[in-house]
């Protein structure tokens, strides 16, 4: 069965091929939806379902910069490969069959959340490093996800920071890569406390100098864009 197009996908027609919303548009967080075309599925990312303001500026910036380190990290397996950019707003990419792991019962955790899980997902986490990607998002916990047979898959790319693309990027890369692992330990810590180390426990908090003024300065620049392109009538005006 030949791959779908999915570079013409319109919003009308992702409408009719859905199975499932994952998240809906709220403010400026992007519509997350599974479809199935022609017997393939795939995720539907879409900044532009909230504000038409939006998507064309922030929701185009970050549909592009989770686009670009889908590119670079295609060829790993536990990473959705990227599709297409139908609109600039609008991110189309492999469909994994996983949950997020917040989303498992307390009796699927104790099962799934084992060493072996643990030591999969820090093996994840060091291949999209060696690709020059950090996610720079893993400690929103819902970005990882596990398959059904107990395999950790990581999304959400949409703050990523990626080697070479811009100067920036390179002098904070290598703390942004520290905090991917301090999710590793964070996750260990609320669902598998026995599992962390003293080392791990000592590393948890630790946020370097650099990556605090990084992530600072980043929200200054980001929290008037979002104010703006949320428009007056989220603001209640
Ligand atoms: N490629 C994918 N395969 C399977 N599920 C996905 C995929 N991408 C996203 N999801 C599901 O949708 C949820 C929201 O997607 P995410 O990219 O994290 O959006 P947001 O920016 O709203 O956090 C994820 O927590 C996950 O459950
Ligand atoms: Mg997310």
New binding site residues.
């Given amino acids: 069965m030949s791959e779908p197009d999915w570079g013409r996908l319109t919003r009308a027609a992702v409408d009719r091929l859905t199975v499932e919303v ?2 809906e548009a709220w403010r400026t ?2 519509e ?1 939806r599974r479809i199935r075309l022609l017997g393939h599925e795939a ?1 539907v ?1 879409d900044y532009g379902r909230a504000s038409n303001r939006f998507k064309h500026l922030l929701g185009a910036f970050l549909a592009m910069r989770e686009a670009a380190a889908l590119r670079r990290t295609d060829g790993i397996a536990c990473v ?1 490969r990227f599709y297409a950019l139908p609109r600039p707003w609008i991110l189309v ?4 069959e ?3 792991v917040t989303a498992l019962s307390e009796d699927e955790r104790q099962q799934a959340l084992t060493p072996v899980f643990f030591g999969a997902l820090a093996r994840l986490i060091e291949q999209i490093h060696a690709c020059g990607v950090a996610h720079g998002d893993l400690e ?1 916990l ?2 990882i ?1 596990i398959t059904p047979d107990g395999r950790p898959v990581i ?2 790319f ?1 703050a990523a920071v990626i080697a070479g693309i811009n100067p920036l990027a390179a002098l904070i890369l290598p703390q942004i890569k520290a905090n991917d692992f301090r999710a590793v330990y964070k996750l260990k810590s609320l669902y598998a406390p026995h599992l962390l180390t003293d080392e791990e426990r000592g590393r948890l908090h630790a946020r370097s100098r650099a990556e605090s003024i990084f992530r600072r300065a980043r929200s200054c620049i980001r929290a008037p864009m979002k104010r703006w392109a949320e428009g007056p009538e989220d603001r209640g005006v």
């Avoid at 990419?93 to 994994?96: A, K, L, S, T, V």
């Fill in positions: 994952y998240r967080r992007p997350v995720v990312k959705p990419m492999e469909h994994i996983a949950r997020p929103k819902d970005n996800l999304v959400d949409a």
